[in-house]
């Protein structure tokens, strides 16, 4: 059986000095070496895997056959971030795991030709051409993934959509979240260009509940109106020292670095680059923060958390690619306190050891303190990665919209309406932390009711 083809990334010791992407991506030879390991199973099982629902075995058979822009139009039946998708999406807990070749070996590399497949297609090829005769009016609020997938499937029914940012640049998490070495921006710029080329209208610096309100967009004469804000609102873990200068949420150190360049001392919002500094968490977020801490210059990055390598819930791609980097991995630790020094910033982290007892709500070993083991570890910055809830702006905004004791909105989950008529949402805002794939599948199931109410 043919080995499953690797991807070029760059070399370990260059990578740690700069912000280009890691992964290099397949070349033609490579991908149709990949594409022929498929065996186009009739059952398909990997497409039922995909939250999207991606022709798989369709788009693998165009590569083999050398047809990529062919390729691309299946894709795009089903997904409007397919270069996004294709180097963030948890594809081998997804439709990977689900291939037929995983159950003997390595599964296809499916994620890798799907990034190839959009790759090749942007490079050879201008936006497409916009949707003409659009009718209806429908208002999604929030350019993240799931706003993103929504307004893709409503302008390719021909409905006329318009998207509200309440950032100066589209993308949501995509844009301000996720570094440039795993998702460039010029990639997450091309797949916004593409909609706004079909036809879809984009207003930045617009904060729905602030600047407009819902009950604003419906009278100006939307028929229907898609949420999908997101997640931005940072947990804390309450715990003696977290005020302190040199703690950051992994939301402000991230949305800092990747939309306002506060690595540029020439920045209206410059930050204090530390030395030592430690992440807290162990999921993608906590990872890319840990990373992009090596890269403005640290000499010491750890990563605390408070299970196993086994329990990290982030990828284990980014979980290796960390490794090799230099990122050390403090596991079965947890943070009592933050220290400050003389002038109150941050110099130091109490920590105890944790044991592993029995699984919890999540499925995974619950953490127990060992009370008889403590540690202090200095650090001049600390960066809490521990999880996000939504803004409660919309909230504000809006008092008949139902949600939950974290803020999350309450939608029918068949439909993904809200408690309001006419008012559906999708992604973090109703999930809270979750990933791009599946905050996407919400915003298309999202779509589709808008479409089926109006039909």
Do not use: W
């Not at 051409?129 to 302008?155: E, M, Y």
């Not at 977020?285 to 890269?295: H, I, K, Y």
């Not at 600390?382 to 996000?388: D, L, R």
């Amino acid at each position: 059986m043919q080995s499953r083809t690797p991807m070029r990334t760059l070399n370990i010791h260059d990578r740690k000095e700069t912000f280009l992407e890691v992964n290099c991506g397949y070349n033609d030879e490579e991908a149709i070496l990949e594409a022929n390991r498929c065996l186009e199973c009739k059952n398909a099982p990997c497409v039922k895997e995909c939250p999207v629902g991606i022709d798989i075995p369709g788009f693998v058979k165009k590569i083999k056959q050398g047809f990529v822009d062919q390729a691309f139009e299946i894709i795009s039946l089903s997904s409007s971030l397919p270069a996004v998708c294709g180097r963030v999406c948890p594809q081998e807990t997804q439709c990977e795991a689900l291939c037929v070749h995983h159950k003997k070996g390595e599964s296809v590399a499916i994620g890798h030709l799907e990034r190839y497949v959009a790759d090749t297609y942007y490079k050879n090829n201008q936006p497409r051409k916009q949707i003409s005769s659009l009718k209806h009016k429908i208002a999604v609020v929030g350019s993240g993934p799931a706003g993103l997938s929504c307004a893709h499937d409503l302008i390719l029914k021909g409905l006329q959509v318009d998207l509200f940012e309440a950032l100066h640049e589209a993308g949501g998490v995509l844009s301000y979240g996720i570094p440039s070495f795993r998702l460039p921006k010029d990639v997450v710029q091309r797949e916004i260009d593409e909609l706004k080329s079909l036809g879809v209208n984009l207003y930045t610096n617009v904060i729905i509940g602030k600047t407009l309100t819902i009950k604003d967009l419906k009278d100006m004469g939307y028929e229907a109106i898609f949420i999908g804000t997101g997640a931005g609102l940072p947990k804390f873990m309450n715990i003696p020292g977290e005020m302190l200068p040199g703690v950051y949420s992994a939301n402000e150190y991230l949305t800092r670095l990747n939309l306002m360049k506060a690595y540029n001392q020439s920045s209206a919002t410059p930050i204090h680059l530390g030395k030592r500094i430690a992440v807290i968490g162990g999921g993608n977020v906590a990872l890319d923060a840990a990373r992009s801490a090596l890269r403005l210059g640290a000499d010491i990055v750890y990563l605390i958390y408070r299970r196993g390598k086994e329990e990290i819930p982030a990828r284990a791609e980014e979980v290796k690619h960390a490794e090799e980097e230099g990122v050390i991995f403090k596991l079965l630790t947890g943070v009592k306190e933050i220290i400050g020094d003389e002038f109150g910033h941050v110099k130091a982290i109490s920590c105890v050891e944790m044991v592993l007892g029995e699984p919890d709500a999540s499925g995974r070993r619950r953490p127990i303190e060992n009370p008889k083991k403590h540690s202090i570890i200095p650090v001049d910055e600390v960066i809490m990665a521990i999880g996000t809830t939504p803004n409660p702006l919309i909230l504000n905004d809006q008092a008949s919209l139902q949600s939950t004791k974290q803020g999350c909105l309450i939608v029918d989950h068949q439909t993904g309406e809200t408690s309001m008529p006419h008012v559906y949402a999708g992604g973090d805002v109703v999930l809270g932390s979750a990933t791009v794939i599946l905050a996407m599948e919400a915003g298309r199931k999202a779509a589709q009711s808008i479409i089926n109410e109006l039909f």
